[in-house]
């Protein structure tokens, strides 16, 4: 490995962290769409609001941008953020859950597994993303 290559900083501008936001926002909502369909191919009824796209899109866009200001703020002012976010991001995506589950009493169990699979589709693109564009190492 070249002398160069250790030494370029490992900070990115802003442009490439948007970009990678929208990235992970544009692949999370396909891989998104795809868990609907097959929802809807496995029963789940047509009129469960949660599994329209303008329902479930909308949803990805907060998670994604939210997650990356969480990411953001906790490389920012944690002494450890690889450690924080261990246990942080496991415990975010559990806690996404809880609105999901109210929607069990509507008898729906395939639309509400599906919605369960998105939170966990979107935290398995975007935090990759995040550690693409926003580093740990260069937290501080």
Do not use: K, Q
Not at 16 to 23: C, D, R, Y
Not at 74 to 87: N, T
């Amino acid at each position: 490995m070249s002398r160069v290559s250790e030494t370029l900083p490992t900070r990115r501008g802003p442009i490439m962290v948007a970009g990678g936001v929208f990235v992970a926002f544009l692949l999370s909502s396909l891989v998104n769409a795809l868990i609907a369909v097959l929802a809807h191919a496995l029963g789940a009824p047509d009129d469960f609001r949660p599994l329209e796209p303008s329902s479930y899109v909308f949803l990805t866009a907060l998670g994604v941008l939210g997650g990356s200001v969480g990411w953001a703020l906790v490389r920012r002012f944690s002494s450890d953020p690889e450690r924080l976010l261990r246990r942080l991001v496991p415990s975010v995506v559990v806690l996404s859950f809880v609105p999901d589950f109210f929607l069990f009493g509507e008898g729906e169990v395939t639309g509400v597994g599906a919605l369960l699979l998105m939170h966990v589709a979107v935290a398995v693109i975007a935090v990759p993303t995040y550690r693409r564009v926003m580093p740990l190492s260069s937290a501080r």
